[in-house]
């Protein structure tokens, strides 16, 4: 398990327990680091991701962590905000070729998107928080639950929710990717992964 709130991390940082972070190609135009001055609950920092166009791939820039995971339950929190245009998603994978997806949501078009649920609009400029939560291995129902809390509103709360594709049972790749093709911004917060039988 671990929790990042990025405040002891210096600005500019990339984040700390990331297994790999990629920024594209293009120079200093796309970039994950460390920002100071804003942070989700009035904390002081927060993880900046900032996309640009005519990168060599779309998914950039991303990062991932490496779980590996195999058994027990599975959770995972964050904080996020966006600009109006930001286009990204959240995703878990194991390790297969090619590799099946588990949960998943993604942002679009100023809504969330999640594989069962209807789009949910969402503010520009404020910090929204994500709950995912999935069973692994023989612990899996092959299906996950989602809750998604806009600013002062109560938790929205979705279960059994469908796989976002083939037969995934162990999560060993946990990535958020911005994957728009011009410059746009986001921001995560609070990044918080957690296992019912599995210590970090």
């Not at 002081?44 to 791939?57: F, T």
């Not at 297969?96 to 649920?117: D, I």
């Amino acid at each position: 398990m671990f929790r990042d709130d990025f405040e002891v991390s210096p600005p500019g940082a990339e984040p700390a327990r990331a297994a790999r972070v990629s920024h594209g190609k293009r120079g200093k135009a796309a970039y994950i680091r460390v920002a100071d001055g804003v942070g989700a609950g009035g904390s002081s920092r927060s993880l900046k991701i900032q996309d640009a166009a005519d990168l060599e791939y779309t998914f950039n820039p991303h990062f991932y962590y490496r779980p590996n995971h195999t058994a027990g339950v599975t959770s995972l929190a964050f904080d996020f905000k966006i600009e109006a245009d930001a286009q990204w998603f959240a995703e878990w994978r194991d390790d297969a070729r090619p590799y099946q997806v588990g949960p998943r949501v993604s942002v679009a078009g100023g809504k969330l998107h999640a594989p069962g649920v209807e789009p949910i609009d969402l503010p520009p400029g404020e910090w929204v928080h994500v709950e995912m939560r999935s069973g692994l291995g023989p612990d899996s129902t092959c299906t996950w639950e989602l809750a998604v809390t806009l600013p002062g509103q109560e938790p929205m709360r979705f279960k059994k929710l469908p796989y976002g594709r083939g037969e995934f049972k162990e999560l060993r790749w946990l990535g958020f990717s911005s994957t728009a093709n011009y410059a746009t911004t986001f921001y995560l917060d609070n990044i918080e992964l957690g296992n019912s039988k599995f210590e970090e």
